[in-house]
């Protein structure tokens, strides 16, 4: 399944405003961090197999360099597991 253009830059401003990183007590929204674009677009591909194995394997393709790109971690490292099922209710209507 194809997200029309449009669709992809909703389900982007949706990820920016509603989604984030977790390190300590410090919360980075994926919109600042410049990674919802990234994770929009691992969903988009992946919207024919369901909400929750797309947020999940969206998750973990969008790999995050640590420390100036020396190391990567995929982004379900970063993000707390509630932010897992809010990830799934923004896609729920695409799939």
């Not at 029309?4 to 949706?14: K, V």
């Not at 420390?67 to 990830?87: K, N």
């Amino acid at each position: 399944m194809t997200l029309a253009a449009r669709e992809l830059d909703d389900l982007t401003r949706a990820i920016a405003d509603r989604l984030y990183i977790q390190v300590g007590d410090w919360h980075l929204y994926l919109g600042d961090a410049h990674l919802a674009q990234a994770l929009a677009i691992e969903c988009a591909g992946r919207l024919d197999q369901g909400a929750g194995v797309c947020a999940r394997q969206a998750l973990e393709a969008v790999q995050v360099p640590i420390g100036g790109g020396a190391t990567r971690l995929p982004l379900s490292r970063l993000v707390p597991a509630g932010q897992l099922r809010d990830l799934e209710d923004l896609l729920e209507p695409l799939c």
